[in-house]
């Protein structure tokens, strides 16, 4: 509201991934209590990486809620999201750590907690570390699905994940190739991962491809996700390959395009989360080199958007 108010807009596009959208009347209520003129994105948005710009041309101002910045622009606000718990959830982990200096990370919601978890971690003896990753995760600590160049972190080989889910965790280890422990805060339950499994259904995933008469290499029309120089290296990779451009990446319109197999180029999640959904194997521009004879397996890589 002061950031709006010092900006002296008058006009307020709101926009919210899945999770919030349900709080959009309740702010649009309040903004307009104020003064303001507001309207809202209706569509689906899966991060920083996929702002409704369209909408500035109705607007003064985008306010992009849910995430930290990613993409820089001058009429965009980031509004991100916290989501607390108590740091001494951290203590169900320590059974699974193997040494004494480790390194943490988180995803956005939960950054503002990294300093309580270290005070924790120290108390017990251990010699917790975290840093930005920079790019993409402007916060220190924090991972995304297509960055997890926080892991990173010189001379640390044991990592420690808090935050929801597996994907995050799994490929950080693929990323680092640290021991990685993910501990969920909200449910307190710490587990150590391991790809292995996740590598054989990849593994599969490329062989089932190598059958395509034809193979779309998807490239993404949303600003954040769109890597078009990476599909045309791609493409210069196989003959009997097209570029797909797509805004929505949906089982539905690759089921129409019909091709026998993909490769994605926009967020790296869609081929690793929401394979089981789509019609066709759809590889990661890794995986694809490796379908091509150009990667080896054994330099297999977890696609990031560094
Ligand atoms: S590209 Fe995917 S993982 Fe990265 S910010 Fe966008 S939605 Fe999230």
Redesign the pocket.
């Known amino acids: 509201m002061v950031r709006l108010r010092e900006r002296g807009v008058s006009s307020v596009a709101l926009q919210f991934p899945a999770g919030l959208k349900r709080k959009a009347a309740e702010i649009a209520d309040d903004l307009s209590d104020q003064g303001f003129s507001v309207i809202i994105s209706g569509d689906p948005c899966?991060?920083?990486?996929?702002l409704s710009l369209d909408l500035l041309d109705y607007a003064d101002v985008l306010v992009h809620f849910g995430?930290t910045p990613?993409i820089s622009n001058p009429d965009v606000l980031y509004v991100p999201f916290r989501v607390d718990f108590d740091p001494d959830v951290v203590r169900s982990a320590l059974p699974f750590l193997r040494g004494k200096a480790i390194g943490i990370i988180t995803t956005t919601q939960h950054t503002h907690i990294l300093p309580g978890i270290v005070d924790v971690l120290r108390s017990e003896g251990y010699e917790p570390v975290f840093r930005s990753g920079g790019g993409?995760t402007p916060e220190p600590g924090q991972v995304?699905?297509?960055?997890f160049e926080a892991a990173r972190i010189p001379g640390i080989s044991e990592i420690l994940f808090v935050g929801t889910g597996i994907f995050h965790p799994l490929g950080v280890q693929l990323a680092t190739g640290a021991h990685v422990v993910a501990l969920d805060p909200l449910t307190g339950q710490a587990t150590e991962v391991d790809a292995d499994k996740f590598l054989r259904k990849r593994h599969g995933i490329i062989e089932k491809a190598r059958s395509a008469r034809h193979i779309g290499i998807i490239v993404s029309t949303k600003p954040?996700?769109n890597r078009y120089a990476l599909g045309k290296h791609l493409l210069s990779l196989c003959d009997r390959a097209y570029l797909v451009f797509m805004n929505e990446v949906s089982p539905d319109e690759l089921l129409n395009l019909g091709f026998g197999a993909y490769v994605n180029t926009a967020?790296?999640?869609l081929a690793y989360d929401d394979q089981i959904r789509f019609p066709a194997p759809v590889l990661t521009p890794g995986e694809f080199e490796i379908l091509c004879g150009t990667r080896r397996w054994e330099e297999y890589v977890v696609d990031e958007?560094l």
């Open positions: 899966y991060g920083a990486c996929d995430h990613l993409r995304l699905g297509c960055s954040g996700q967020c790296p999640r958007m």
